[in-house]
């Protein structure tokens, strides 16, 4: 059964933008729960934007789901965050600092022995590592020879060629979900899925581990409310 992680970034962009403490990112992250998630998912950037390295902290030790921190491990900083809080798990994202969103997949060939390394690092902690890659099978194959335990599929290409034709366009997720699953790797996939889209794609690779969606939930909670979302993703799963 696939699981739902729901990303709370978008409700710290909005407690942000104003100051103070409304909306509370820790009662958020409960209510998630509460109201059905399997997961929750926080990606924590060096300047603290959105979530910032306190809320991760304060979190953690609330959380009765799975925990998921993603990010780009380059920093010292995110590093020594996980290792401190431990996770359920960690995604590797390749995302540069000023990044609005994550915009591309690892290259798990040419970064083969920096992802090596960060999953050796995350694995003394006993953290599940994910790699966020890019729908090409070969990325997930060198995902595994890096040490990953999955990867998570960049899922912004399916959703924005969607409407067009969903068959071509979750071709290539397929062929490399198919790859992961050959190679012995968990799957998670996230970006841009949606409650248009997220069936079809669950549908036709039913191993899917895990989606983590932020950006979509908190948008559609803004007219159905933040309980009703989370089961109609939930439906879809």
Not at 31 to 43: D, L, M, R, S, Y
Not at 61 to 87: A, H, K, Y
Not at 184 to 205: E, K, M, P, Q, V
Request: proline share 5%; with cysteine.
């Amino acid at each position: 059964m696939t699981k739902l992680s729901v990303n709370i970034n978008k409700i710290a962009t909005l407690r942000n933008a104003r100051g103070g403490n409304v909306p509370d990112v820790t009662a958020a992250a409960l209510n998630c729960e509460k109201f059905g998630a399997q997961g929750i998912t926080v990606h924590p950037r060096p300047d603290e934007r959105h979530i910032r390295y306190s809320d991760v902290r304060a979190i953690r030790p609330l959380l009765t789901t799975e925990f998921n921190i993603e990010g780009n491990p380059c920093p010292q900083s995110f590093r020594d965050l996980v290792m401190e809080v431990v996770p359920t798990q960690v995604t590797l994202v390749p995302d540069a600092l000023d990044a609005i969103t994550s915009n591309a997949g690892w290259d798990t060939v040419a970064n083969q022995e920096f992802l090596s390394e960060m999953c050796r690092l995350f694995h003394s902690k006993g953290i599940r590592v994910s790699i966020f890659i890019d729908p090409i099978p070969e990325m997930a194959v060198a995902a595994k020879a890096c040490g990953a335990d999955r990867v998570e599929l960049y899922t912004e290409a399916y959703a924005a060629r969607f409407k067009d034709g969903p068959q071509a366009a979750i071709a290539p997720y397929l062929r490399t979900a198919e790859a992961a699953r050959e190679a012995g790797l968990g799957l998670n996939a996230g970006h841009d899925l949606n409650l248009d889209n997220l069936s079809y794609y669950i549908r036709t690779i039913p191993w899917t581990d895990e989606v983590s969606i932020g950006h979509a939930i908190i948008s559609d909670a803004l007219y159905m409310g933040l309980e009703k979302t989370i089961k109609e993703y939930l439906a879809q799963i």
